[in-house]
């Protein structure tokens, strides 16, 4: 077996369950490459499929070699590839329910991966696709989003919100974000045009006029997102990547009337 190092879990569970171990060296096959790896990232997702709280949605098979992004060199290529070369450098979004890159060496589909940036380390663009991605899709293909529209980012100062500053405020969007002050200076460099301090001031309040698209990326509780669509115009879209979590003692009783009330809200639904 050609050597291939990496991180599995033979179950899910808890983190102790992760190992590192020899993994067979994967081949590619039709439409594949095989990509020596620089880096992978870890991401709320990657934490929920070892958790097992994703095996409906994302089924994997076991043991399973986590880590979704990747970046890294092509090494190999399957039959009828085109486009890629060996010794591109590369980052991609990996399929949710194959092994991931946490390991030397991972299979990616040709049309996942895009060429990487040259301005930045190899190593640390691992940590684009899955935000990059997210905040992209949150905006333009659920979103819709045109230039001169209004856009209310709700958690701005996570890394999916610092794209969608940035991407939206590209596409020639007015943006307004929230932010606590620990995150206040990253989202003012990211060029938004307006800040709310969500930790003193009722985000409702302080949006006075009716915005476009409302994206919702931090967790927050039903009440709090359905106060976020009376803020969008009629037609307008509201976008929710996050389920809210509520405490470990009522989490059980909770959860389900959480999610059902919140999708109930929204005037166009993602998530």
């Known amino acids: ?8 879990f033979p179950r899910v569970r808890r983190p102790d369950v992760l190992r590192y171990e020899d993994v067979e ?3 590619p096959g039709a439409g594949e490459v095989r990509v020596r790896v620089a880096a992978t990232s870890f991401n709320s997702v990657d934490g929920n499929i070892r958790g097992g709280f994703m095996r409906g949605p994302i089924p994997v098979v076991l043991p399973h070699t986590p880590g979704i992004d990747v970046a890294g060199t092509v090494d190999a290529l399957g039959e009828g590839v085109d486009g890629v070369a060996v010794g591109d450098d590369a980052i991609g979004f990996l399929t949710m329910d194959g092994d991931g890159a946490a390991a030397e060496y991972v299979l990616a589909p040709a049309e996942a991966l895009a060429p990487a940036p040259r301005s930045v380390p190899l190593a640390d663009v691992a940590a684009v696709p899955v935000v990059g991605l997210t905040a ?4 333009f293909n ?3 989003l045109t230039a001169g529209q209004r856009v209310l980012i709700n958690g701005a ?3 999916v919100g610092g794209y969608a500053v940035q991407l939206a405020k590209d596409a020639g969007a007015h943006v307004i974000a929230t932010s606590s002050p620990r995150s206040r200076e990253a989202v003012a460099s990211a060029g938004d045009d307006e800040i709310i301090d969500h930790t003193t001031t009722d985000v409702t309040a302080a949006v006075t006029e009716p915005v ?9 509780a039903p009440a709090e997102l359905a106060a976020l669509v009376t803020l969008v115009r009629p037609g ?8 809210w979590m509520p405490a470990p003692a009522t989490r059980s009783a ?3 009337a959480s999610t059902c009330s919140s999708a109930a809200t929204s005037t166009s639904w993602w998530r």
Do not use: F, H, K
């Open 1 to 8: 077996m050609n050597r291939n190092e990496g991180s599995t």
């Open 25 to 27: 060296q994967p081949l």
């Open 136 to 139: 992209y899709q949150t905006l």
């Open 142 to 144: 659920r979103g819709r």
């Open 157 to 159: 100062g996570g890394t």
């Open 212 to 220: 476009d698209i409302a994206l919702s990326l931090a967790p927050v």
């Open 236 to 243: 307008g879209v509201v976008v929710n990547t996050t389920v």
């Open 254 to 256: 909770a959860y389900g």
